[in-house]
């Protein structure tokens, strides 16, 4: 993993629906073959962090709706190990507390940065939750092997604390990422947002996850040939069916006013 200084060209992007995120670094060092964003140019194997990025949000932020959420991430881990060297987002925490804005956060939560970002997250004005981000494969499998999922341990410690968390498990890779073993660990009121594994047709994804079971899966070939190639998403209608009811178990788009 290479890391590098850049400047921010802009205080957030905006999604089609309006959605800003605001992104004090770009890159990430999960490697995950699902990943939306391994279709982005250099977005593979180098994390580059926006030095100025809390200048330039300081900027952008005077004339944003107070009553509107922001985001802190998304093409970016905002609590990556890069933080605890840089603090941008600790930065841009400080900007978007200024301004009283609500505020949604997406991370790992692998590094224990977030841990020492809680009280600071935790004392802001306007409304914070944070959304801890579990479909991470090595956590995935230290689990099942009798580890830790650091992911979900920082978000139970979070929630302890007094933070408003949620989680995400997307996507649910059938008998890979499992939506059981991750709600047997995770505190009884994290609520959890899931989706099925989606990919376009012919696209870097498809390849990388089948490239991904090939190698490390073999015995999941025939299952992920229909998922994947097929685009065969039943597995996921089952899910759903099954956990119909339960309010603990959610599906995309967040929730952001009750």
């Not at 060092?29 to 699902?34: D, E, H, I, L, T």
Request: charged share 25%; with cysteine.
């Amino acid at each position: 993993m290479k890391y590098k200084e850049i400047q921010a060209l802009s205080p957030y992007e905006l999604s089609p629906h309006h959605h800003a995120f605001i992104n004090p670094y770009e890159g990430c060092s999960m490697g995950c073959p699902f990943c939306f964003w391994l279709s982005m140019d250099g977005w593979e194997g180098t994390i580059a962090a926006k030095v100025d990025i809390a200048q330039v949000l300081e900027r952008g932020l005077n004339k944003w709706p107070k009553e509107e959420f922001i985001y802190l991430g998304s093409i970016c881990d905002p609590f990556n190990e890069m933080e605890e060297k840089y603090g941008l987002s600790r930065q841009c925490l400080e900007v978007i507390e200024k301004y009283q804005i609500p505020l949604l956060i997406t991370t790992s939560a692998v590094n224990e940065v977030i841990l020492k970002r809680a009280q600071q997250i935790k004392q802001m004005s306007a409304p914070v939750i944070t959304v801890i981000e579990l479909a991470r494969i090595p956590e995935i499998e230290a689990m099942k092997k009798g580890g830790i999922h650091r992911g979900i341990e920082h978000a139970n410690k979070l929630k302890e604390m007094g933070l408003e968390v949620w989680a995400t498990l997307a996507p649910i890779c059938p008998g890979i990422i499992e939506l059981e073993p991750v709600l047997e660990r995770l505190h009884p009121e994290i609520p959890v947002y899931i989706d099925s594994l989606q990919c376009n047709r012919d696209s870097i994804q498809e390849k990388r996850i089948m490239e991904w079971i090939i190698r490390d899966y073999p015995e999941q070939l025939k299952a992920y040939e229909r998922i994947v190639l097929k685009k065969d998403s039943s597995y996921f209608s089952e899910i759903l069916e099954k956990y119909e009811g339960n309010p603990k178990i959610c599906t995309f788009p967040y929730k952001l006013n009750g």
